[in-house]
């Protein structure tokens, strides 16, 4: 076990001794805003070296090391009163005209909150944390990888699961996508932060210069409205080397449609949208009326086509819903179809965000600017001897080879189909379109299913009265 694992572990241990933090959501909130001061300290190190001239916005008594790096310092009810009443004050109340980082820290303190109570453990947490050097390349990508395990937690966190999208799944999109230095990459919900950092990692080696790393750094972005997802992404874009996360708390959905003009265009849209989710009232008055509804992954997907430039890519994550749904949904996908090519549909099987959600999903991929064709249909099946994923053993990258090796030499085979436009709009736009190479299930009819429940119902109804016989002879 590395030396951060065990400090990990420690703030863990120490923070569940803690009244005040309840529940794991809490506690990486807790420890996640914690470490961002740590991390943002760290930078502010190697910032005074390499930005002539650079001034902290942070004023002097509240920085990291002026509060917390002295392992005797202030502990107890000073130090909460530190905590409570001045520090987290002036990092909400931070000017965030004086620089870009003050506008970070700013958005990142807005809704974030101590909820330790213990002025001692809270010292310890510190002391910990201080053991932790993120200047050092080594332990920042141990961390990296802690803090991917970190966010992996969110999935049994309650609600918090929605944050988080399994590594395998955002590092196949973003490959098929294939984003190229210098292009506008943006995901529109983008929760801690998975795809921009898989997109960064893609990019990392087309960066040959320091202008190149000026580059990458403003190409990519975020809007997140949650206050923890955002934190967590936030923190997550800083340890994989941004100094100046473009990470938003906005909701993209609140904006009226009309007032995206080409400023607002997009190369590349990667996301995984919250769906099941319904938007506050009014938020749908926004769209037209075509488009209007309170399902959120509807909205986002309507959002998007209008926000990618012509030849722009999208990879996106839909349920089934979308694919199946009438109504709305029907002029949605005809709007799609018409004004994207949507050349792939990756059909996933269930349990893929367990244990959030057993919803079966799809990986759409799109682009804009020519009206659909065909649509390419694959189907991603369990690897050998596995029934369903679940947090032990979620979907692994490997997974995805056998689509990576088909993508650029599509042919029909057990696990691939194509199926043409015409037969598409025959079909009322319905795309929730099965493997023709499989067998189709033979269901019955209703009436005779109704019938085999209720002779069912009969034999479970004479089994219980003839164990209520028994029952009652055994008694007298």
Known sequence: MSNITTNIKGIRDIMRKDTGVDGDAQRISQMVWMLFMKIFADKEEEWEITIDGYESPIPEKFKW???????????????????????????????????PQAQIIRSVFD????????????????NVINEIDFNSTTERHLFNDIYETILKELQSAGSSGEYYTPRAVTQFMVDMINPQLGESILDPACGTGGFLTCTIDHLRGQVKTPKGRD??????????????????????????????????????????YADWGAKDKLDIIVTNPPFGGVEEDGTETNFPKKFRTKETADLFLALIIKLLKN????????????????GMKTRLKEELLERCNLHTIVRLPNGVFNPYTGIKTNLLFFEKGTPTKEVWYYEHVYPKGVKSYNKTKPININEFDVEKAWWNNRKENP???KVSMEEIKKRGY????????????????????????????????TIQDEIINVLTEALK
């Open 65 to 99: 090391q002026n509060w917390a790096a002295d392992d005797e310092g202030r502990t107890g009810d000073e130090l909460m009163e530190f905590i409570n009443n001045e520090l987290f004050p002036a990092l909400k109340e931070l000017d965030i005209t004086i620089s």
């Open 111 to 126: 809704d974030t909150y101590n909820y330790m109570k213990n002025g001692t453990l809270f010292r310890q947490v510190i």
């Open 215 to 256: 580059v990458l750094q403003t190409s990519i972005r975020g809007i997140e409205k949650k206050p923890l997802p955002h934190l967590l992404c936030t923190t997550n874009l800083m340890l994989h080397g941004f100094d100046l996360p473009t990470v938003r708390r906005d909701n993209l959905l609140s904006k009226p």
């Open 311 to 326: 030849n722009g890519r999208c990879a996106i994550v839909l349920p089934d819903g979308t694919l199946f749904g009438e």
């Open 415 to 417: 696990f691939a189909w």
């Open 430 to 461: 319905n795309l929730d379109i099965k493997n023709p190479h499989q067998e189709v299930d033979t269901l019955a009819s209703p009436e005779v299913l109704l019938e085999k429940f209720r002779a069912t119902e009969e034999k479970i109804s």
